[in-house]
């Protein structure tokens, strides 16, 4: 369907002939169902059918606009509870991505606390096997392989 300017539009044929001028009126509103100016009212102060029609589809648009501003609210409601939602899961990302680094550090400090412990504990290993080498060469002699 068109969208119309106005309520209710004239459509006017007109041919100009020397014998007549044959016109044809055409309106919007009665393409529409609406009804023509002429069948507005039928008595002075009663409404007709096609009046109480836009009074009805009227009350309907605006009962419709209610229950949308309605949705529209709740939406914006569920909407700021999730970016609240978000703020916290961001502020305990952040704080959870700072202990790891914490948690990676001590661990480093660790491993290299290890490392040089077993390195002590080889060093130390190695100097008492040559030790023990060199006084068991010196008191027992070992036969030769002859």
């Known amino acids: 369907m068109l969208a119309l300017p106005f309520r209710f539009i004239l459509i006017q044929i007109q041919r100009n002939h020397k014998a007549a001028a044959p016109e044809v009126t055409v309106t919007a509103g ?21 009046e109480l029609q836009l009074k009805k589809r009227n009350e309907e ?20 509870a999730a970016l609240d939602r978000l703020r916290v899961a961001e502020d305990a990302e952040e704080r959870l991505c700072s202990e790891l680094g914490d948690l990676e550090a001590e661990a480093l400090q660790q491993a290299r606390d290890y ?12 100097r008492a096997h040559s030790l023990l080498n060199k006084t068991v060469k010196t008191t027992i002699p070992l036969p030769s392989p002859s």
């Open 30 to 50: 009665r393409m529409l169902g609406i009804g023509d100016k002429k069948e507005r009212r039928t008595k002075e102060g009663e409404t007709t059918s096609w």
């Open 61 to 80: 648009l605006e009962e419709e606009l209610k229950q949308s501003k309605g949705r529209e609210e709740h939406v914006r409601r569920q909407l700021r």
């Open 115 to 126: 490392h040089a412990r077993i390195v002590s504990l080889v060093d130390q290993l190695s």
